[in-house]
């Protein structure tokens, strides 16, 4: 008989749950995007009514420096018969204008005559209030070479100049507003200039309000931020005249600090008397950056506020909707917890039966259920999950005694494979210095490498079976034994290639090949007779320390093409020269951001040292390799053989 399904009760509360939360989320989310719209475009709007009032609150001090001056220059020019009526009429300048740091005419060479060819009257404000008149023009201040000099004298109309340091008149950093002077004929007779320091600037940009609207949200994100709001002016080329970081004015360059697109765009629209906003990366803080022009000097002015400062206020909205909206889950869950404890009691009589099958008690009784419901479905899940989870142990315990005992099996054949390399030490015969090493990538491995001295000459090979593991390991250990098999009474290399060839491609049926270097050096001529099969050209160290690959002729690998005849070569060694073989587990060498090691990192550590012994550098190549590789898994075997000829 089929039994009655009964719908378990909690799901009726957590469906209404859910659609609250769906709801509040959705409703809580259209609020937050408006007020969070809202609060940006108010911020963006007060910095710009910002921006807006202090240029032109800057651009109309600059521009009361340009009329006061205009109207100075009539003054002069009325008095140019007397110098003295002159400085007078600087002094009333500096009277009427507090802000000017100094003023000054610089008159064209021997205008008076009884003055010199340098006559240049300065008036400027001393640190006591009053005001000290000097005569500045002379050799150590030839002001006829000066920027503003030249462009005052060239020009109709005034202009401001690029900022400076004047060592002889006020001797601060400052900017020049220069006028033209004309005598009573219209000729040029010298230039006027009103000199502003760029710290009555500073001072003036400091004490711009720069916070947000008081009293509000945005006020406290404001005061909250880590990185503070600044303004900066930029000159016409660029350079800093106002910045809060002192060392950046007059020494520094907008343009230098960053290569960012977007901060060289603001610097650009800056320079070319644009209006407008953009964000960019400031000394590291990506930021708003709201520019406008001081039209009268071709400067520029930005007030550069963090994007934090303008998001904050819309992320304490956004958390103060959260705290709402959880105040409401709060109390729907405190209505629902009654009936979901409820209807969730059988479940702790299942946890405990759960806790112990956990603990590896199988047998564990589970409780009985009144109703056909999901916790009954579950209960009846969790007894399957006993009965499988027996299973599952029994099975596992047998896996992996088996897996321990095939460990033990690799073990031996990783012992008995290493056995069948050539014993490290002193080699019979004189003339001669090596030593190689053989790192497989898993337990056992398919390269080789093999000497033996006979007769005055060092036979010696290096290969790699294709493929890895048991079955290249097993076709390593058939090649190094038919290789000695082979040599013995044999003295042509071709022809041992031959005979490898031609056993290891009868009954090849799993088309396994191996590329093979095979040689053997004369140690008393250095004459050495090769022949490879498809393996990597050595590289030969002369004794002068030159490093070159050894001409080879590539042939097929070994065990591919029944009948294969194999070209020998031949070439003589140098005394002291040392070469060196390895297989593609050097050149393939993978880092973890998957780059090969390659031949131009073996020729660079080839290079090194050519004075080194054979075990030093197959040493060396190691650990360069282990330090490229950086822990990452090897990809292929890893097998170098090294040899000197003394002689």
């Known amino acids: 008989m089929k039994k009655k399904f009964h719908s378990f009760a909690g799901r009726l509360t957590r469906r209404i749950i859910i659609v609250m939360l769906v709801v509040m989320t959705f409703v809580s989310g259209l609020i937050f995007l408006f007020a969070a719209g809202s609060i940006l475009s108010m911020m963006t709007d007060h910095y710009q009514d910002i921006l807006s009032l202090t240029s032109e609150r800057t651009e109309g001090m600059l521009r009361l420096v340009e009329v006061s001056s205009t109207n100075n220059v009539g003054e002069i020019s009325k008095h140019l018969a007397n110098p003295d009526q002159v400085q007078q009429s600087l002094e009333s300048e500096l009277c009427l204008n507090p802000h000017i740091v100094g003023c000054a005419v610089a008159f064209v060479q021997n205008y008076y005559r009884q003055k010199g060819l340098w006559y240049e009257p300065y008036a400027r404000w001393t640190k006591d209030g009053s005001i000290e008149m000097l005569q500045i023009g002379g050799p150590d201040h030839d002001y006829f070479m000066r920027e503003w000099y030249l462009k005052g004298i060239a020009s109709e109309v005034g202009y401001w100049s690029e900022p400076y340091y004047d060592e002889a008149g006020a001797r601060t950093m ?36 720069l916070n947000a609207e008081k009293g509000g949200i945005s006020s406290f994100a404001v ?90 206020p819309g992320m304490l909205l956004g958390m103060l909707i959260i705290l709402l909206q959880g105040f409401g889950l709060l109390i729907a869950f405190i209505l629902f917890r009654r009936s979901i404890r409820r209807t969730a009691r059988p479940l702790k009589f299942l946890v405990r039966s759960t806790e112990e099958v956990a603990k590896g008690h199988f047998d564990t009784p589970l409780p009985q259920l009144r109703y056909y419901d999901e916790i009954h479905q579950l209960r009846d899940s969790f007894e399957h999950m006993q009965h499988s989870l027996t299973r599952y142990v029994d099975e596992l315990t047998e896996v992996t005694t088996r897996e321990a005992a095939i460990d033990r099996e690799l073990d031996i054949a990783r012992n008995i494979q290493m056995s069948m390399l050539p014993v490290q030490g002193p080699v019979d015969g004189k003339g001669i210095d090596l030593s190689g090493t053989l790192t497989p990538a898993k337990a056992v491995g398919g390269d080789l490498y093999d000497y033996f001295v006979r007769d005055n000459q060092l036979y010696f090979c290096i290969g790699d079976v294709s493929g890895k593991g048991v079955p290249a390991a097993m076709v390593m250990a058939v090649t190094s034994a038919l290789f000695r098999s082979l040599s013995d009474g044999e003295s042509s290399p071709a022809q041992v290639m031959n005979g490898l060839n031609a056993n290891l491609s009868t ?81 393939e060498a993978e880092n973890p951001v998957h780059e090969l090691f390659g031949m131009d990192r073996i020729l660079e550590e080839a290079r090194k040292d050519n004075k080194q ?8 190549m190691k650990a360069a390799v282990h330090t490229f590789v950086d822990g990452a898994e090897p990809s292929d075997d890893l097998t170098m053989l090294a040899i000197r000829y003394v002689c």
């Open 223 to 312: 005061s909250e931020s880590e990185h503070p709001i600044y303004a900066f002016i930029l000159s016409r080329n660029g350079d800093y005249l106002v910045h809060p970081d002192p060392n950046r004015i007059l020494s520094d360059n907008y343009f230098k600090h960053s290569e960012d697109e977007k901060y060289q765009k603001v610097g650009r629209a800056m320079l070319a008397g644009e209006s407008g906003r953009g964000i960019a990366e400031m000394d590291g803080v990506r930021s708003y950056v709201f520019y406008a022009p001081l039209m009268h000097s071709g400067w520029s002015m930005a007030i550069v506020i963090p994007v934090e400062s303008i998001m904050a």
């Open 174 to 209: 400052l900017c020049t507003y220069v006028l033209p002077v004309k005598d009573k004929k219209g000729e040029i007779v010298g230039v006027f200039g009103a000199d502003v320091s760029l710290s009555w600037l500073t001072e003036q940009v400091k004490n711009l309000d």
């Open 613 to 620: 012994s054979p075990a030093d550098f197959v040493s060396s």
């Open 507 to 587: 009954r090849n049926d799993s088309l396994m090949f191996v590329t093979l270097f095979f040689g053997i050096l004369n140690l008393s001529t250095g004459q050495l007779r090769y022949c490879n099969a498809g393996h990597d050209a050595p590289l030969i160290i002369g004794p002068d320390g030159s490093v070159e690959m050894l001409q080879v002729e590539s042939n097929l690998a070994v065990g591919v093409m029944p009948g294969w005849e194999f070209v020998e070569q031949e070439v003589t060694l140098k005394p002291g020269s040392l070469l060196f073989l390895y297989t593609d587990g050097l050149t």
